[in-house]
C-alpha cells in the first residue's frame, strides 16, 4: 500500500480546509487509515482515525467536533475535513495505514510524504 496526500496550505483562522489522502494497493476490512500531525518544534501526535470496512471512527479530543474523518471505498481515499481551525493546528498532517485499529504512531507501517497546513491568526 502507498498513500499520496494532498489538500493542505495557508487558511485564516476559524477558516475550513479538506485533506485527501489516496491509498494505492489492497487493504483488509480491519485496515485502519489515521492522520497524525507535527507542529514545529513538537513530536508527531494522533488526530484521527477510521477503519475501512466498519468506518469505526475516533478524534483527539483537541479536534472532537471540528474535524470530520470520512473514506470513499470506491476511490480508495479517506478525506479530513478540519473546520473552525485554530493557528494551534498549524502542522505537517501526515496520513497513515496500519492493519489494525491503533492510536500509537508505531503500529502504523505506511505514511504519506505530509502536507502543510498553515492556519494564520
Known amino acids: 500500500v502507498q498513500l499520496q496526500a494532498s489538500g493542505g496550505g495557508l487558511v485564516q483562522a476559524g477558516g475550513s480546509l479538506r485533506l485527501s489522502c489516496a491509498a494505492s494497493?489492497?487493504?483488509?476490512?480491519?485496515?485502519?487509515m489515521g492522520w497524525f500531525r507535527q507542529a514545529p518544534g513538537k513530536e508527531r501526535e494522533f488526530v484521527t482515525i477510521?477503519?475501512?470496512?466498519?468506518?469505526?471512527?475516533y478524534y483527539a479530543y483537541s479536534v472532537k467536533g471540528r474535524f470530520t474523518i470520512s473514506s470513499d471505498t470506491a476511490k480508495n481515499t479517506v478525506y479530513l475535513q478540519m473546520s473552525s481551525l485554530k493557528p494551534e493546528d498549524t502542522a505537517v498532517y501526515y496520513c497513515a495505514g496500519a492493519p489494525s485499529w491503533s492510536y500509537n504512531e508505531r503500529t502504523y507501517a505506511v505514511w504519506g510524504q505530509g502536507t502543510l497546513v498553515t492556519v494564520s491568526s
Open positions: 477510521i477503519t475501512w470496512g466498519s468506518g469505526r471512527i
Open positions: 494497493g489492497r487493504t483488509s476490512s480491519n485496515y485502519a
